[in-house]
């Protein structure tokens, strides 16, 4: 695994992406929450604002995420956890959810060069709720 932060788990993300997540400025979350290869293994990582603890839950395997800092909870696996779902323990209850950067980002560099511009002309195609299927692995 690659080194974090000291004082941080290794599955931490780096400083400064911690920093830009908790503040809200964080122009890619996708490229530091969900799952993403860290040294020989994997990371996943969990904003949760509210959670006292939060546990990876997939194929009949469960890994306890520890807390970064705040509401940031990360956990290295040996391997890539596919389908799987956080186990979230809050005051007094516990709900299990999907990860939402489980799934890749749906809006693409060309819509948001246009919604830059001010020019996106089907802006109700890349933004706003739509129905879609994956395939899991």
Do not use: Q
Not at 48 to 54: E, F, N, R, S, Y
Not at 103 to 128: K, M, Q, S
């Amino acid at each position: 695994m690659n080194a974090a932060p000291e004082g941080l788990p290794a599955a931490a993300p780096p400083a400064a992406d911690i920093d830009r997540l908790l503040a809200g400025s964080h122009h890619d979350p996708h490229s530091v929450l969900g799952v993403h290869a860290v040294g020989k293994g994997f990371a996943a990582r969990a904003l949760l604002p509210g959670a006292k603890g939060v546990t990876l839950c997939a194929g009949g395997e469960k890994y306890p995420m520890e807390p970064v800092i705040d509401a940031l909870f990360a956990v290295a696996v040996p391997e890539h956890p596919g389908d799987y779902r956080l186990e979230v323990e809050y005051d007094g209850h516990t709900a299990t959810a999907d990860d939402p950067y489980r799934w890749l980002p749906t809006v693409g560099e060309l819509d948001l060069h246009l919604i830059g511009e001010g020019r996106h002309e089907r802006l109700w195609e890349a933004l706003g709720a739509h129905v879609r299927s994956y395939e899991t692995p």
